[in-house]
């Protein structure tokens, strides 16, 4: 099990976008997958955790509302 995120490379602040990743199933059954994002210098818009059934060899996107912070960087943590 993997999640690979899709990210835009900027944000100007006070963006509000939708960012996702793309949860990975490789196994041969199907997974309830329990994904979170975290976000530093920034706020998740919608529930940060929630829980996928992801198709045994199967994939499902995980989408996020995102509303960028203060000018400088941020860190955007994404598990599965």
């Keep these: 099990v993997m ?3 899709m990210l835009p490379r ?3 602040e006070g ?21 979170h994002l975290k976000a530093e210098n920034g706020q998740v818009m919608d529930a940060a955790e929630r829980t996928v059934a992801v198709p ?13 912070g203060t000018r400088g960087f ?6 599965a």
């Design 56 to 68: 045994a060899k199967g994939s499902v996107p995980v989408y996020w509302t995102y509303k960028a």
């Design 3 to 5: 999640i690979w995120p």
């Design 74 to 79: 941020t860190d955007l943590l994404m598990s």
């Design 10 to 12: 900027t944000f100007t």
């Design 15 to 35: 963006d509000e976008v939708r960012v996702f990743g793309t949860v990975h199933n490789l196994t041969d059954k199907e997974q309830a997958i329990r994904v």
